[in-house]
């Protein structure tokens, strides 16, 4: 199922703001190189990403699911000086790649990759976050999510990655694990009581989560 022609993406990408550089050269390689390159969040989302870190200007930020560091470094370039980044990859393949993308970006004062489960390294990181992106195993997403709303600083934002899941979410009925899964995260979020959220359909869907005043 075809969510947005191809292009409509063309057409968005033109009027988004040229991808830095050093960004696509990151961009480039993944394409080349890795046997799943449409995992990477990609130019028009990437500039969404550091929009929205320049915006509410976070101090902690914390990434689950690094895959090669573009996301990452979309993030960096929103972020204040003093902000830090803490990203999560569980694949070591990933994860080394994604370490040679940060130093040859020279952004390892303010970005610490962590490889491991972040169900594990989660509680482990002594922070009220700001701003959180989750991009990883679909089937964890209920669990993140539980585990970071109450990790939230007053103001922080979750921002979660293929909530549309190649479309697989509209079928009737659900096939496959993620697609059932990342629907029952969407209910999950839907019947929380302690936040509101916005579910937009840039690229493969993003939903924004923050917490109601008081909770």
């Known amino acids: 199922m075809e969510l947005i022609s191809h292009l409509v993406e063309t057409y968005t990408a033109q009027f ?20 799943h390159a449409h ?36 993030l960096l370039k929103g972020l204040p000086e003093d902000g830090i980044i803490h990203t999560i990859e569980i694949r070591p ?18 970005i610490t990759l962590h490889i491991g489960d972040a169900s594990k390294i989660i509680n482990q990181l002594p922070y009220q976050w700001d701003l959180v992106f989750i991009d990883a195993d679909k089937t964890g997403y209920i669990s993140y999510y539980e585990m970071i709303v109450p990790l ?5 934002i979750i921002i979660v990655d293929n909530v549309l899941f ?6 009737n009925p659900l096939k496959g694990k993620n697609a ?12 929380d009581a302690r936040t509101e959220q916005v579910m937009l359909s840039i690229r493969d869907g993003l939903t924004i989560i923050k917490k109601k005043k008081g909770s």
């Open 16 to 35: 988004t703001s040229p991808e830095p550089e050093d960004l696509k050269l990151v961009n480039q390689a993944t394409q080349e190189k890795h046997p």
């Open 39 to 74: 995992m990477i969040s990609g130019h028009v989302q990437g500039q969404f990403l550091t929009m929205v870190c320049g915006m509410i200007k976070p101090k902690y930020v914390l990434e689950i699911g690094t895959f090669t560091g573009y996301s990452a470094l979309c």
């Open 93 to 110: 393949e990933d994860a080394a790649t994604a370490a040679e993308n940060f130093s040859k970006l020279n952004a390892n004062k303010q």
């Open 152 to 156: 939230l600083s007053a103001e922080g």
């Open 166 to 171: 190649h479309g697989q979410v509209l079928e």
């Open 180 to 191: 059932k899964a990342v629907h029952a995260f969407n209910q999950h979020v839907l019947q």
